[in-house]
């Protein structure tokens, strides 16, 4: 068990002031506000979403309830075709961006030297730049090329979005690992790329596992990016969502199933691979 | 080069080394170089010439788009001051209750994990579906807080069409999604403190809260300073609840710096403006995060 939850036989201050079953309650009550806190936002849109269109507007009190609103979001083909899009672009964008930066995280957990600094420096530098700050002038430059609306045009940002992020949690990774096994091999006369690709990776795979599904779902979820640089032909499941809120701004019934069916990764994930969400949400 | 070189410094005079980190930088410089900053470049190049969708002439004017955004009274009296308190009352209000929660699932209980999990979700669904919720829950007419507060018999409070009813429940969205952020990196670094000072102060009869505040948080003092300056990082940019939830509105009233340089940009169609809004912000955060970064390092070595 951990540190500071030392078995408290006999609480001090505050709590020590409460008998043993009123520090209970305290907790009990604690409980309960966590859960109406974080739960309850989510409870309210998944009843509205099996309301009917009409009974929304009583959400506190009848008991009719349909499926009907999943049908017909379903049926709609935008959003299908968001969904779809979305699934397509979350996929691709992680194995990309994971390809890309488990080396230059590498690099950085292994060498010292000016080269890494200078990698440091840039990615601390580009992490804190505004993703409007470089979104902005992206939209300029796909339009430009010809590439806006298409899908190059939304995967490729993407892919960029996390380097800098992801090359400093793959770090975080790499110094978990014991270097000693890769001199081993080294001394052995295993050649650099060696020891990186058959020595290193393969321990890091739990972790970069981890970090791919935090990838995953970021990517599904990101709505800036998606909202400038797709059209109608790539829409994206964020994006078709907020037209819903901003344009039937009344049918909350058929907004809340399309975020409820949105939001279906997220609680699979939480719910399925909750350690390694964990694992991949260090700093 | 005069002199053979002994073996054990060989490799670093050939270079060998430092061919073999660049190649492993390569594939991230590249995506960085294409995707990242020569589009911040040629946004810093647009941001100086006239540049509207209806009149791509693309003259050079210099710094007047940086004139009227800097002397723009809704981006000085508003914009700034909405975003720098977002992020003020968002990282505050998400570290303490983050903290607390911290400590709540800090023991063993059961039905631990199912809190955890409920804890997890608001981080894991999308911010603008997040959003969507807070919206809904306290529309006026028909949500559930507006039924509560009616209930009550406190009458009704047009929530999203007042400016600081708007900008509080903004702020209360973002503590919801990111309260758990905090509270699950808390917890890893509560549960990897070391055992002995907290022996120390139970010898000493110390109570929970001097034990908070004289070991706890001291020893959780660097992992706080780097989520604090994350966070600040990530909460200026803003972009998501606030367009879901207020668009800006009412009347321009909760636009964050995000949301302004969106306007200029993509409503008013103004490219070269936007683009100069976007790098005066980008330039704002460069220079409170370097602040905020040199703070945390001072306070701990964090340089790692």
Known sequence: MSAPALPVETPRGWAGALAPGGRRALLLLATLAILLLFLGPIVILVVTSLRPGWAVYYIYRGTDFTLQNFVEVLATESVTRAFVNSFVLATLATLFSIAVTVSSGYMLSRFTGPIPRTWFGTIYLFRTVPYISWVLPLYLVCYELGIYDSYAGILLPHIAVHICFFSWIMKGFFDGIDPSMEYAALIDGCSRWGAFLRVALPSAVPAIAALGILSWLYTWNEFLFALILTGHNTALITVTMAQFVTELGTQWNLMSAMAVLAMGPAILITVFAQSYVIRGLRI | ?304
């Open chain 2, 1 to 304: 080069m005069a002199e053979p070189p002994d073996q054990g410094h060989r490799w670093w005079r050939l270079g060998e080394q430092e061919r073999f980190m660049l190649l492993l930088l390569l594939p991230a410089a590249t995506v960085l170089v294409l995707f990242q900053i020569v589009p911040i470049l040629l946004g810093a190049n647009a941001s100086f010439r006239d540049w509207t969708l209806f009149s791509p002439k693309k003259t050079w004017i210099g710094l007047q788009h940086y004139a009227y955004v800097l002397t723009d009274p809704s981006f000085l009296r508003v914009v700034l001051p909405n975003t720098f308190l977002l992020m003020v009352l968002s990282v505050s209000l998400s570290l303490g209750l983050g903290l607390a929660l911290a400590h709540y699932l800090d023991r063993r209980f059961a039905g631990r994990w199912l809190i955890q999990t409920i804890i997890l979700l608001p981080q894991m669904i999308a911010p603008v579906i997040a959003a969507m919720m807070m919206r809904w829950s306290f529309n006026d007419q028909f949500g559930v807080v507006a039924a509560f507060i009616d209930w009550l018999g406190l009458g009704s409070i047009a929530w999203l069409a007042q400016r600081w009813p708007s900008f509080c429940i903004i702020v209360f969205t973002d503590v919801w999604i990111w309260t758990p952020w905090f509270a699950l990196i808390l917890l890893a670094r509560l549960r990897s403190l070391p055992r002995e000072p907290f022996e120390a102060a139970r010898i000493d009869a110390a109570g929970p809260w001097r034990t908070f505040t004289h070991v706890t948080l001291p020893m959780l003092r660097p992992v706080i300073g780097v989520c604090v300056l994350i966070r600040s990082i990530d909460a200026f940019r803003t972009f998501d609840v606030v367009w879901i939830l207020t668009g800006g509105g009412p009347a321009r009233s909760t636009e964050v710096f995000s949301i302004y340089t969106y306007m200029e940009a993509f409503v008013n169609l103004d490219f070269g403006r936007g683009s100069a809004a976007a790098i005066i912000g980008a330039g704002i955060i460069l220079v409170v995060a370097g602040l905020m970064y040199k703070a945390v390092n001072r306070g701990a070595d964090v340089s790692r």
